[in-house]
């Protein structure tokens, strides 16, 4: 179940900031969809940096990482302490700082050792149905990705509101009780 919180109130940061929670304890987990659309946020860097020590794991979506230029010289702290990074096709200038990231690997050929890229920034960049996941820590993969009308599965399952039309889901919004796991 989802939870809507405003982080402009930072009433979320400033509760589960508020002592270091027990091992036992569960996360609360942030995502941040359109990050770029709140506006700044007042020491998210500060936020991102203590945010797993507090079991509050970050999730924050961009179309650009350039869109973190607001945050100015701290934008590269909040991009470093993403430990996952995922890229789609159709990047600008990220493309070529990819391409420098996967770093080259060597092959022979004809009797020569020869270096090529991992993938070039064109090839990162016209990468289609394909998702660039980067683990701290660990090797990149290359993920193939298959869009939500070409899944038979999914698409059976999202059309049974369709031969139903009499079905209609209520929806409230209820918010957790904190309290209970401090």
Do not use: W
């Not at 996952?84 to 022979?108: R, T």
């Amino acid at each position: 179940m989802g939870v809507g919180i405003s982080i402009h109130n930072f009433s979320i940061y400033k509760f589960a900031f508020s002592y270091l929670p027990p091992e036992q304890e569960r996360d609360i987990f942030c995502i941040l969809d359109e990050f770029d659309t709140m506006g700044a946020i007042g020491d998210y860097s500060t936020f991102i940096s203590n945010a797993r020590k507090f079991k509050i794991p970050q999730q924050i979506i961009l179309q650009s990482e350039a869109l973190l230029s607001k945050y100015g010289e701290n934008s590269k702290n909040i991009l470093n302490n993403c430990n996952v990074k995922c890229y789609y096709g159709g990047l600008g200038d990220e493309a070529a700082n990819l391409e420098k990231i996967l770093g080259n690997y060597e092959y022979v050929e004809s009797g020569y050792t020869k270096q090529r890229p991992l993938m070039t920034s064109s090839e990162i960049r016209e990468m289609s149905n394909e998702l660039l996941t980067l683990p701290s820590g660990q090797k990149p993969l290359k993920v193939h990705v298959t869009t939500v009308y070409k899944q038979p599965e999914l698409v059976r399952k999202l059309n049974l509101r369709s031969q139903n039309p009499q079905y209609v889901e209520n929806f409230t919004v209820s918010y957790i009780d904190l309290t209970p796991y401090r």
